[in-house]
């Protein structure tokens, strides 16, 4: 197999995620088809030709691919809904949940005929929904690969088939470290920008705003993020987030005993570490 | 006056904050000067045409305005110089200084012919230096004016004029209150960002950087600042960096709590009031 030309994909959730995925894959694959609650949604899809039908849950067993493109909480909802369906055929099931050791968890209890692995694209928007869909959302962004115990040499080699007709670079993380990373780059910020918010919005001064400049916005852009979304996170990843969240509040600490101290060079020591730190990030990136 | 094209104006310090204001003075003013401790910098300023000449601090007696565009510590050290300088012309001096109750106090010890007032213009680049500097580094930027008790009103008139010939907008603020706003405008912003930044690179794992994207990117830029500028400004804002440091952390030891509970009604709830706080900060700012 050398690409996806002769495979079926059913997409669960046409989303920003999943209506993105829809464009990327466009003319790629054999035939695609899309899952949707919403009839909203659903006829929207239809209408702008994301897929080429919308099915019933129970009939994505039909494809070789079915992609879970849902929040956590739905995908471990859907993955429920898959174990009481039966094939005679074996069908590989992908998710792009945002955590991934209960999603994992779950794809493990799934009947022999699923062949699962775990998947998250690391990229995201403020906006949602399939009206912002771009097939370009996944391009040169970090795609996690997760594989299970049970996970076969076709499934992987499929799933990365998906990542690379995409534009996307994969990497392979075992579930509880991908979740240990992403708590700490993805969830820790998101929670630190709620923080900083409410920090100023203490003051109860409608001045705060108007100083606040370009910093501020980007320090708290994450403070807008979609709230189910985020909760649905949060919760689902609730250990590693504590950690973190405690590692953090451990670096404050000492940074008040640095300013409190008074003492430019110790001070600036801990910051030099934290710039040089983040230069990794910088570099572990294809520049623009 | 209408307009500063009757005025002499000296700049002290042609980095980016001075090199940037001597471009967006150009022409509108009667004959513009710097002084700059570093030769390199001098002979810079001078190629590029930001200033018809350098002279030396005491020489600045001379203009109608002094803009001290240095970093905080630079300015208490100018304040401190120019004490020992006379005129028996009245001088208006002005600073571009990121905190302002020191350096107003500073101003209020200035002999009887200077005519101070407090400056701080909101904006700020991940670059320095004259050679970064743009004439449209203050537009449509918030800019706060700080009077003394002894600031006249002419003092105060040839500030919003200044203000107004950049393009930024001004806003009157009492130095305390200045520091105190921009402490969860600006500094904590700073701090949070290397905290989270510090959170990652505890797990020494190359991995840890791949899996980082745009969202880590945003809350982490400001860890990048100039380290010089930013011992300078914390330790210059200490109470209020050590007040907001402090306010944050209850947040993170609520937000900790809320996920521990796992009641996603109650943490949504938190997340919530950040959001729609932050829109105040949208709101405050022109749209692009």
Redesign the interface.
């Known amino acids: 197999m050398q690409d996806l030309s002769g495979c079926d994909v059913t997409i669960v959730g046409l989303g920003l995620m999943g209506g993105s995925l829809a464009l990327a894959l466009a003319g790629k694959v054999r035939r695609l088809k899309g899952v949707e609650a919403s009839r909203e949604a659903a006829s929207l899809a239809l209408e702008m030709g994301l897929v080429d039908a919308i099915i019933g849950l129970d009939e994505s067993v039909e494809s070789d691919l079915i992609v879970l493109a849902a929040p956590a909480g739905a995908i471990l909802t859907c993955l429920q809904a898959l174990g009481g369906v039966s094939s005679n055929r074996q069908v590989v099931v992908m998710d792009l949940g945002s955590t991934k050791a209960r999603i994992c968890a779950a794809m493990e209890t799934l009947p022999p005929f699923f062949d699962p692995i775990g998947g998250h694209p690391?990229?995201?928007r403020e906006v949602s929904g399939a009206a912002n869909a771009d097939a370009d959302l996944f391009r040169d962004?970090?795609f996690?690969l997760s594989r299970l115990n049970r996970t076969s040499e076709y499934a992987e080699r499929l799933a990365l088939l998906l990542v690379e007709a995409i534009g996307a670079?994969p990497?392979a993380?075992a579930p509880d470290?991908?979740d240990?990373?992403?708590a700490?780059?993805?969830h820790?910020?998101?929670?630190?920008?709620?923080?900083?918010?409410?920090?100023?919005?203490?003051?109860q001064?409608?001045?705060?705003?108007?100083?606040?400049?370009?910093?501020?916005?980007?320090?708290?852009?994450?403070?807008?993020?979609d709230?189910t979304m985020?909760?649905?996170i949060?919760?689902s990843n609730?250990a590693e987030?504590?950690q973190?969240?405690?590692?953090?509040?451990a670096?404050?600490?000492e940074?008040?005993e640095l300013?409190?101290a008074?003492d430019?060079a110790a001070?600036?020591e801990?910051?030099?570490?934290?710039?040089d730190?983040?230069q990794?990030?910088l570099?572990?990136?294809p520049q623009p």
């Open positions: 690391m990229c995201g962004k970090t996690v670079r990497i993380l470290l991908h240990r990373l992403v700490r780059s993805s820790l910020p998101y929670l630190s920008s709620v923080g900083v918010v409410l920090t100023g919005d203490d003051l001064d409608e001045r705060f705003w108007q100083v606040a400049a370009s910093g501020f916005r980007d320090t708290t852009r994450l403070a807008g993020s709230l985020m909760v649905d949060l919760l609730q987030v504590l973190s969240l405690a590692d953090l509040q670096h404050l600490v940074l008040s300013v409190s008074g430019p001070l600036r801990m910051l030099v570490r934290a710039r730190s983040r990794n990030y570099n572990a990136k």
